[in-house]
């Protein structure tokens, strides 16, 4: 198979993105009262409601419609006032009811945007003239959102000793009925993302989104937050679409990204052999890398679906609508720019703090510990340092305040890190008292500069004939001569101010 810039340089990839988030952080489940859980005994957390026993009347969860709502406003859809749930009918034991209760037509919230910020770096020219192309190769993708529904999931099911999981083979399947009927938001994409790194960056975008919220652990891994992709291509140029395929099964940004590009290639192969792209459910397998076909798809008569007869039609009030938007937070761009202007950082490190709540509250909670200069290192610490470290927020702007002052180097910093992880030791005490302060006195670097300079002659003529890499040289050479002791910042400057005079 071709290669995907090459086939992006004949064909345009279309991409629309279902995204179904579990609302984790509620108590309870959508229509009743059963205890929201996973890491129960299986079955543990069942009730005539939601395992669809005839008589038995479902109650809409408040809270999970106030979720939805803040979903809406954080990616700017409109709230429609009237909605209304619908049956959607299907046979299979993962729902006792034999439908599942969902949104008709009108969703709580529809027509929104998420706007992504493309990076150069890899990215592909959008040929639909919407897009203002940066020098740097950088673009603004606008993702249109078609709407975001409330509906409920359906039960877990093993499949035990079987041929690749697959029901066929297995000669054994269990129903945990826990899941059924957790609050699932999903959320449809119009067909706006044109490559498998935009549909990477979206999800990316919405998992930063509704963690900052707080309506769920958005979990890829464990399932809470699952993505289908669906894609199609035209060739570049054309305007209709073609026929599109759907693939499930996706538990990864990178798996996302890896199954829309083997997609993409397979179609393209498919169409310029002449063929035909049938609309049908692929299923990705990671460990092979290729889609292969789960079903053809099923049309939406097949689900025979009408409004729910045992639920109200909705009419959310003013006072309600102004609730949840009062409850949205600041979403992660606005915090991004807000790190950048009111503490100077770097645009890179105030996004990537700003996309997890949590680190953005150990951030301020770092940054609030420290003189104002000392932010930005705060920042580069939180970034570079430590991740996949757990240290409390008081040893990381200690940590920072040294590295600022030039007391230790970022070596340094590190193994002061392997030292206190994990314990209540402050960072500036340990390094004190092992002695790893740095010298700064530039009365005494100045002296082993000059010795340095004094001896190394062949290397100063060098640079000053125009080879500045032989500094690093030079500064190692003062670093030696310290003893370790030296920093070797101000052995830098101080080097290369002797050297220009
Ligand atoms: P279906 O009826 O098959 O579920 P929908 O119209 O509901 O299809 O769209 C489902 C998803 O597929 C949406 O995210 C939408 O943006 C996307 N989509 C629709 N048509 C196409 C297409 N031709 N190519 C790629 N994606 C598409
Ligand atoms: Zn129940
Ligand atoms: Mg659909």
Not at 359 to 366: C, G, N, P, T
Request: glycine share 8%; charged share 25%.
């Amino acid at each position: 198979m071709k290669k995907l810039a090459e086939v992006l340089r004949n064909w345009e990839a279309v991409i629309g993105l279902e995204v179904h988030t579990e609302l984790t952080m509620l108590e309870t489940k959508m229509f009743c009262g059963c205890r929201l859980s996973h890491d129960d005994e299986p079955n543990a957390n069942v009730c005539p409601i939601c395992l669809g026993m005839p008589g038995a009347l479902p109650v809409p969860n408040e809270k999970a419609i106030e979720s939805i709502v803040m979903a809406g406003i954080a990616t700017n859809c409109e709230v429609m006032r009237q909605s209304m749930f619908y049956r959607k009918h299907y046979f299979y034991p993962d729902m006792a009811k034999n439908f599942q209760t969902t949104q008709g037509p009108v969703a709580f919230v529809m027509h929104g945007h998420l706007d992504l910020e493309v990076t150069g770096n890899g990215a592909k020219e959008r040929p639909d003239g919407t897009i203002e192309k940066a020098a740097d190769g950088s673009y603004i993708a606008p993702i249109r959102i078609l709407r975001i529904h409330m509906e409920e999931d359906a039960a877990k099911m093993v499949h035990v000793g079987g041929a690749e999981g697959r029901i066929g083979g297995a000669s054994e399947s269990l129903i945990d009925y826990n899941r059924c009927g957790t609050p699932l938001v999903e959320l449809v994409t119009e067909p706006d993302l044109r490559t498998p790194e935009e549909a990477r960056l979206f999800m990316e975008k919405l998992r930063q989104t509704f963690l900052t919220l707080g309506i769920s652990d958005c979990s890829l891994e464990n399932g809470s937050m699952r993505c289908d992709g669906n894609i199609s291509l035209r060739r570049r140029g054309e305007t209709a679409f073609g026929t599109k395929t759907e693939m499930k099964n996706i538990n990864s940004f990178k798996s996302l990204h890896d199954a829309l590009e083997y997609e993409i290639c397979r179609q393209a192969e498919v169409l310029e052999e002449g063929g035909i792209v049938y609309q049908e459910t692929r299923h990705w397998e990671p460990s092979r890398r290729r889609t292969v076909v789960m079903r053809v798809k099923e049309t939406a008569d097949d689900y025979r679906m009408y409004p729910d007869p045992d639920l109200a039609p909705f009419d959310l009030s003013d006072e309600f609508i102004e609730r949840c938007r009062a409850r949205v937070p600041e979403l992660p761009d606005a915090k991004r720019d807000r790190y950048v202007s009111a503490f100077g950082l770097k645009r890179a490190d105030a996004a990537q703090i700003a996309g997890d709540p949590k680190i953005a509250s150990f951030f301020e909670e770092a940054a609030a510990a420290v003189k104002g200069k000392v932010v930005p290192t705060v920042a580069n610490v939180v970034v570079n340092l430590l991740p996949g470290r757990s240290v409390t927020a008081g040893q990381a702007a200690s940590l920072a305040t040294l590295l600022a002052g030039d007391a230790i180097t970022f070596a340094q910093a590190r193994e002061v890190l392997d030292i206190v992880e994990g314990t209540e030791a402050d960072p500036e005490k340990v390094v004190d008292e092992r002695g790893m302060r740095q010298s700064t006195d530039t009365g005494a670097l100045e002296g082993i500069v000059d010795e340095v300079l004094g001896r190394c002659t062949d290397q100063v003529a060098q640079y000053r004939s125009g080879n500045k890499k032989v500094l690093g040289f030079l500064v190692g050479q003062c670093m030696k001569a310290s003893k370790g002791t030296g920093n070797p910042k101000l052995f830098n400057q101080l080097l290369a101010q002797k050297l220009e005079d």
